[in-house]
């Protein structure tokens, strides 16, 4: 099945250090992959997205992920970490069985301390 | 994201009630989506719509039905609600084929007693 995983429920990092919130997958074919952000009492937005071409995918509000193919690895990565980046984070796969459909993970909760 | 639009934002019903929850969009996509989110298990799909008269079973339609008034209205019903569906519900759309990102509503938190 396809599929993405979040290994860490909560990852906490102080304001100022880098953050990284890691996303595994498994697909059949080119996996077309995405992050998503929830801040609290909203909806999903969407961070960037992996297609094709340059394996370092830059985003919204300063993340960035990169592809790596041989770990099938899509981390999400921030220089500098931000309180207000505090959030639930979602990696999420298209599926391509005849309706493309995202199959999202199970969510990363960041908490940036000041 | 404003332009999808979900209502109502709360929601507590007791076992048995029929409920509707309605979600429109400004963006003039065709792709519609329901999803839940339950913790610790992401985001699940209800229903997905390509169009007005194409909708589709996602994994978890069971006690669940949608109906797709208009390109930019996409509402999913609980016929006879019951406790396991307490969840906040997403609605989204999708620009695809143009860069296949979906775009969230704010959701409705839905509890049933």
């Known amino acids: 099945a396809q599929s993405v995983a979040q290994p860490e429920d909560q990852v906490n990092v102080a304001e100022g250090n880098p953050l990284t919130v890691k996303c595994t997958y498994s697909?059949?074919?080119?996996?077309?992959l995405f992050w998503y952000v929830q801040y609290p009492n909203r909806g999903l937005q969407f961070l960037l997205k992996?297609?094709?071409?340059?394996?370092l995918v830059k985003g919204s509000y300063g993340f960035e992920a990169e592809f790596n193919k041989s770990q099938t690895s899509f981390h999400l990565k921030k220089p500098s970490a931000l309180v207000s980046d505090s959030a639930l984070y979602f990696c999420?796969?298209?599926?391509?069985?005849?309706?493309?459909?995202?199959?999202f993970g199970t969510g990363t909760r960041l908490l940036v301390s000041p | 994201d404003a332009d999808v639009t979900q209502t109502p934002r709360n929601r507590i019903t007791k076992t048995g009630k029929r409920i509707m929850l309605e979600c429109s969009q400004t963006?003039?996509?065709?792709?519609m989506y329901w999803y839940r989110q339950d913790p610790g298990l992401g985001l699940r799909l209800i229903y997905y719509?390509?169009?007005?008269?194409?909708?589709n079973k996602g994994e978890i339609s069971d006690g669940y039905s949608v109906s797709r008034q208009a390109q930019a209205k996409f509402s999913l019903s609980l016929e006879s609600a019951i406790p396991n569906q307490t969840a906040l519900y997403f609605c989204?759309?999708?620009?695809?084929?143009?860069?296949?990102?979906?775009?969230f509503g704010p959701g409705t938190r839905l509890t049933v007693l």
């Open positions: 697909v059949s074919g080119n996996p077309y």
């Open positions: 719509s390509f169009d007005v008269k194409d909708i």
């Open positions: 963006k003039g996509h065709d792709r």
């Open positions: 992996y297609i094709t071409g340059d394996n």
């Open positions: 989204a759309t999708s620009d695809f084929p143009s860069t296949d990102t979906q775009y």
């Open positions: 999420a796969v298209r599926v391509n069985t005849g309706f493309q459909k995202l199959v």
